[in-house]
């Protein structure tokens, strides 16, 4: 029994369940967050312009629909228009730590959830830095939830990591 134990014992660690669908959906995350980072970049000018556009119309909708398009929407795509340089280098930076995380996750190293970690907060620092605290007058609060989701997700995974 001895040498059976030792055998279980030098097995490799294979990758969970776990691991396997959250790198997988980080991968669609990160190419969706570089298609909205690089469109936002070239196109947020001219959404600035529709949404100015949109104003008129928005007298006679719900008041939900004009809160969520209110001045500080407004503002945030401003401000947001004014840093974009800044802001798409950091979401590149992000985004790359994110997939390298995730492919040194798959690899079960305990340092790819560090890098991960770091990616997917750095965007929010930055908006926070770039734009100020009027992000949390906004719908982008709502957004916070899957970043949310995926680190507790991905901290219970980290016991499968080396």
């Known amino acids: 029994m001895e040498l059976n134990d030792q055998l279980v014992a030098n097995e490799p660690k294979k990758m969970t369940l776990g691991i396997n669908i959250l790198t997988i959906l980080t991968f669609i995350g990160s190419a969706w967050e570089l298609y909205s980072a690089v469109s936002s970049y070239f196109t947020g000018s001219k959404a600035l312009e529709e949404f100015d556009k949109a104003q008129e119309k928005l ?6 629909v004009r809160k969520l398009a209110g001045p500080e929407a407004r503002e945030l795509m401003a401000k947001s228009i004014e840093n974009k340089v800044p802001l798409l280098i950091i979401s590149l930076i992000a985004i790359s730590l994110c997939v390298y995380g995730a492919i040194e996750m798959r690899k079960l190293k305990k340092q790819g959830y560090a890098l991960w970690l770091i ?6 620092i930055a908006l926070f830095l770039f734009v100020g605290t009027v992000v949390l007058k906004t719908v982008v609060v709502y ?7 995926f680190i507790l997700l991905y901290t219970l995974q980290r016991k499968h990591l080396n």
């Open 59 to 64: 007298s006679t909708a719900p008041a939900f």
């Open 143 to 149: 957004f916070m939830f899957f970043p949310l989701l």
């Open 119 to 124: 990616g997917e907060v750095l965007p929010y």
